[in-house]
């Protein structure tokens, strides 16, 4: 199934900015051997032709050439220039993550695996199914140390980074199976961290998609920690109980800050403030919030920011009231949206407890209701 792109040594070309990497790099290594060439060939050149003929001769004195000097300053002053540009074109196209994927998939490394979720509900561990031809953005954070998460073929990789959300987005262009690494040294089994990301036509990926037990989706985890199990809408719900900030349209906004500083509402605020909650007061309100650092699992923390931003109508899919405005005008009260739940909290799959078990696993799950996939 491999074929190897037209440099031999490379690995297939897979994503849609890969051939952009290796023209770099081919331009690169052009560039290394048209110096190079010349300057081994003076060096024996000078050895033969000027060669030492009488002991402890000196040589003729030499005065300084403007012309030369300049010369030779401006050619590798623009060679350097189309280096850095063509290096800066590259790198934009990468890592500059697209405002509109086709898919959003949530990722959390661990000693020693990746954990991969989809905005429907799968799950998957060191394996990841995505269809060919769409812009795929990975949300990334780690439980432990830093890994990278690193898929050749794509040519492109990033470090997840404890503490904080880093992204990376790829189109693959090919179906095919294609070797997914951690790239960054985390200790005994790093070598063994890795797995294989599964491109598929979109026909097969959505057979895979229905054929996978889906369990609760982000937004269902974290709208259950949100009204349930970590009480946050006991504060956040609006109403007269209501003492933190109103969370429904907050996402992409710019918000104000106790001190005067204003803050966009982004992924890492949310995350920021679930987490240290006295750092980033809104303003008008009081630093009364707890923090639940210790409580949450970086996947309940996907969970709950993606929760917050379907507040705002910020999703991909397939999200609570889909059906118009009743998400933004609706408080996430226990009577809110989740009326269509069962009251009782269901059993907590998303625990520490459970991580390593089959993810897949048939959990207590809910059939959605609303369904708009
Ligand atoms: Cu994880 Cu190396």
Redesign the pocket.
């Known amino acids: 199934m491999e074929t190897n792109s037209w440099i031999p040594i490379l690995p297939e070309q897979a994503s849609s900015f890969a051939w952009q990497i290796d023209y770099l790099y081919f331009y690169l290594i052009l560039i290394s051997v048209v110096f190079m060439v010349p300057i081994v060939l003076a060096i024996f050149f000078f050895a033969v032709r000027y060669r030492e003929k009488e002991k402890y001769a000196s040589g003729a004195e030499i005065h300084g050439s403007i012309a030369l000097e300049t010369t030779w300053s401006v050619i590798p002053f623009l060679v350097s220039m189309t280096i850095f540009l063509g290096g800066a074109v590259v790198f934009y196209n990468q890592y500059r993550i697209p405002d509109d994927p086709d898919m959003n998939v949530y990722v959390v ?1 661990k000693q ?1 695996m990746w954990k991969f979720q989809h905005e429907t509900g799968q799950r998957e561990i060191n394996e990841l199914h995505i269809p060919v031809g769409r812009k795929i953005k990975l949300t990334m954070t780690t439980e432990d140390v830093i ?1 990278d998460v690193s898929v050749p073929a794509f040519r492109t990789k990033a470090d997840v980074v404890p503490g904080r959300y880093t992204y990376l987005w790829f189109e693959p262009t090919k179906p095919g199976k294609y070797h997914l690494f ?1 790239a ?3 200790g005994l089994n ?1 070598s063994g ?1 890795g797995g294989f990301v599964y491109v598929l036509e979109q026909r097969d990926f959505d057979n895979w998609l229905s054929g996978n037990a889906s369990g609760a989706t982000p937004v269902e985890v974290g709208r259950d920690l949100f009204e349930n199990k970590l009480g946050c809408a006991s504060c956040h719900a609006g109403g007269p109980a209501q003492r933190g900030a109103k969370l429904e349209g907050i996402y992409g906004k710019d918000v104000k800050l106790v001190g005067g500083q204003t803050v966009k509402a982004d992924d890492e605020y949310i995350r920021n403030s679930i987490l240290n909650p006295g750092s980033q007061v809104v303003e008008g309100f009081q630093p009364i919030m707890p923090t639940f650092k210790g409580q949450v699992t970086e996947e309940q923390l996907v969970g709950l920011v993606a929760y917050i931003k379907s507040l705002s109508g910020v999703t991909g899919t397939n999200t609570l009231g889909g059906t118009g405005g009743s998400s933004g005008t609706t408080p996430p009260t226990a009577s809110g949206p989740a009326s269509n739940s069962t009251a009782a909290p269901r059993a907590d799959r998303g625990a520490g407890n459970t991580q390593g078990s089959n993810p897949n696993a048939p959990g207590p799950r809910r059939e959605p209701t609303n369904s708009n996939r």
């Open positions: 490394g020693w890994h951690c960054e040294y985390c790093h961290m």
